[in-house]
């Protein structure tokens, strides 16, 4: 079975900060996808980034950056200069071959301080 | 706004009763999957439904049940329920039956049992 561990269960931050969150997965799968959801204060549950087991090719956007490095399961999270607005709830998820279901680690609770 | 329609946003009751969750998924999208989150067992997948057939099913218990309607939408119904049951329940969707694509999030309903 999968296992997603984000051991941060909360971090805080002044404004203009950078910071990373962690996440380690744990699979049988050869082919598999990896998620970053954020959840804001207001619940709904936002898509960040999908990337499939094949493609370890760091990606940045805006001031969001993940590092994926399948020779230590670990799919990072990086966000730079951070922001109030960047304060929720990060979850990272992993999603099965069969394309069926998503396990989501525990999350982190980010707060950026003004 | 994700596009996806859940009611009633707030939701209490009393153990041993019966609810029924509602979700209006994005237009278009034909898969419906159903989440739970509580502060013990974190995001829990509990079914997928996709145009209206069961597709996957997670952790969800046999006093849970839910159906996609030929309109797809999606019903989720909680019978005896029980003070654990307590929890956040979201909605989501997809265009295709693959959770591996991105997921639309509605809002939840926090369902209170006393």
């Known amino acids: 079975a999968q296992k997603v561990t984000q051991a941060q269960t909360e971090i805080s931050v002044v404004e203009k900060e950078d910071v990373t969150l962690d996440c380690v997965y744990e699979?049988?799968?050869?082919?598999?996808?990896l998620f970053w959801y954020k959840q804001p204060p207001s619940g709904e549950l936002v898509f960040l980034i999908r990337?499939?087991?094949?493609?370890?090719q760091n990606e940045i956007s805006g001031r969001y950056s993940w590092n994926f490095q399948k020779s230590t399961s670990s799919f990072n999270f990086t966000i730079t200069a951070s922001q109030v607005v960047d304060s929720a709830v990060y979850f990272c998820?992993?999603?099965?071959?069969?394309?069926?279901?998503?396990?989501f680690g525990g999350g982190t609770r980010l707060m950026v301080k003004p | 706004d994700s596009g996806v329609t859940q009611t009633p946003k707030h939701l209490i009751t009393a153990t041993g009763q019966r609810v029924t969750l509602r979700c209006s998924p994005r237009?278009?999208?034909?898969?419906v999957y159903w989440y739970q989150q509580s502060l013990d067992q974190g995001l829990q997948f509990l079914i997928q439904?996709?145009?209206?057939?069961?597709?996957a099913k997670g952790n969800i218990l046999e006093r849970f049940s839910a159906q996609q309607f030929p309109d797809l939408h999606s019903e989720l119904n909680l019978s005896s329920l029980e003070l654990g049951d307590s929890a956040l329940y979201f909605c989501?969707?997809?265009?295709?039956?693959?959770?591996?694509?991105?997921?639309?999030f509605g809002s939840g309903t926090q369902l209170s049992v006393l």
């Open positions: 990337r499939n087991s094949f493609d370890e």
């Open positions: 699979t049988r799968d050869t082919t598999y996808y």
């Open positions: 439904y996709y145009n209206g057939e069961e597709r």
């Open positions: 237009s278009g999208d034909l898969s």
């Open positions: 998820a992993h999603g099965d071959n069969a394309g069926n279901m998503l396990t």
């Open positions: 989501a969707s997809s265009d295709t039956g693959g959770v591996n694509e991105k997921l639309f």
